[in-house]
């Protein structure tokens, strides 16, 4: 058997130095629970970044696993197989959408939904509407169209030029969109809730203003909901309470249940400009992956399920609200909902997670000054108590 310090060697001689990964091992998880290679325990409120909805060595989800890996793992796009009709039926069923594409990430999802845009706009309008709106504090993804539309300059500087023909606009300020706005837009993109750049959530106002200005201007409204959607909040669409539907909206994160899946979902207006050849991926849309992303989405949309992430969440609020009152000189806020919230600190949030981590808490970042927290959706009280009373002593 090779030890945990022989493979942080290996890791370090091999891997591309992508991240800065601390220094242990994972071997295995349940629940809420991760645990290093030499038997270390730690409460888990990253959830592989807002992917494990369900945490880790969920029964039901093994079972789709191997029952569907026995019985067709991989066919590609060119024959139909039923995990992928059922799967499209239900997320349309559930939301603004009329069809649904698949992909195999977040950023491709990204890469589609700007794809379809452009490709919306020149059937509908001819040349000359190849722009995009984004946000300031915007993340959509790590390729060239994605990483065109993700505002920190620190992501995109380095391997430019990339996609062209996207600006940004400050988030939540309506008149700069509306000034940003013009007749080369095809699209806005935006993430109801912005994950990596900081917590924050668009204000009801500021999607119905949007939805106006896409209106009025003939540009489609893209919702990235890949972090935010799918339960997080509480609500199976963060964008739900503002009561304004997209034209187009992407996923990915929990939807596979831990397996890489991403969605596009189209209303037919959209989806009338797309023929047979416009798009495409090898791998997307495979029984296995929908097979449990189906079952993932029953469990996700479940109305009893939902309402014990809006109960954990609030609670999970009332705590960091106390923590922030508690300790004003290292909180100056509280940002987020449901199980998406985190805390600007006045210290490096790095330093607090580093601390958090020898204590046995994983807690992830966003940005330098925000500590943020993506539990799995089945985490408990009691598990918001033990996170909140490591994250106090990380704090002081
Ligand atoms: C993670 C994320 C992406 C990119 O997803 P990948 O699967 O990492 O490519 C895009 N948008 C948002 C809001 C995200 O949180």
């Not at 950023?107 to 490709?119: H, Q, T, W």
């Not at 992303?293 to 479940?302: C, E, G, I, P, V």
């Not at 607090?352 to 981590?357: E, I, K």
Request: hydrophobic share 45%.
């Amino acid at each position: 058997m090779v030890s945990q310090n022989e493979l942080l060697a290996m890791a370090e001689r091999y891997l591309l130095q992508t991240y800065a990964r601390p220094a242990f091992v994972l071997e295995r998880g349940s629940g809420v629970e991760l645990f290093d290679m030499t038997g270390r325990r730690y409460l888990d409120f990253v959830a592989g970044i807002a992917v494990n909805a369900f945490g880790y060595a969920d029964p039901a989800m093994l079972q789709v696993i191997s029952e569907q890996a026995a019985q067709l793992i991989h066919t590609s796009n060119l024959y139909h197989t039923a995990p992928a009709i059922e799967l499209a039926q239900a997320l349309a069923e559930a939301s603004f959408a009329d069809r649904v594409f698949f992909c195999n990430s977040g950023a491709e999802a990204v890469e589609g939904a700007l794809k379809f845009a452009r490709k919306a706009a020149r059937e509908r309008y001819g040349e000359g509407r190849p722009g995009i709106l984004a946000f300031e504090g915007s993340f959509h993804g790590r390729t060239m169209g994605a990483l065109a539309a993700t505002s920190r300059e620190k992501y995109r500087k380095p391997f430019e030029p990339v996609m062209p023909g996207v600006r940004f606009a400050p988030y939540n300020d309506l008149l700069a969109a509306e000034q940003a706005f013009g007749a080369d837009l095809c699209a806005v993109i935006v993430e109801p809730i912005q994950g990596e750049g900081g917590l924050r959530s668009a204000s009801p106002a500021f999607l119905r203003g949007l939805r106006e200005l896409c209106d009025r201007h003939g540009a489609l409204l893209i919702f990235d909901e890949i972090q935010c959607g799918l339960g997080r909040t509480g609500r199976l669409w963060a964008h739900e309470e503002s009561g304004v539907t997209p034209d187009i909206m992407v996923l990915a994160k929990p939807l596979g249940g831990g397996l890489p899946i991403g969605a596009i979902l189209l209303t037919e207006a959209v989806a009338q400009h797309i023929h047979v050849g416009d798009h495409g991926s090898t791998f997307a849309g495979s029984p296995l992956v929908c097979a449990v992303a189906l079952a993932a989405f029953h469990r996700l949309s479940d109305p009893v399920f939902l309402a014990h992430v809006r109960e954990v969440g609030d609670y999970l609020t009332e705590q960091l609200e106390g923590l922030r009152e508690e300790l004003p000189q290292q909180v100056l806020e509280h940002r987020g909902r449901g199980l998406m919230q985190g805390l600007r600190l006045t210290i490096p949030a790095a330093e607090v997670q580093a601390r958090a981590m020898d204590r046995g808490l994983l807690v992830a970042t966003a940005g330098e000054d925000i500590l943020r927290m993506v539990p799995p959706l089945i985490v408990e009280k009691e598990h918001i108590d033990e996170a909140l009373s490591i994250l106090r002593q990380a704090l002081v």
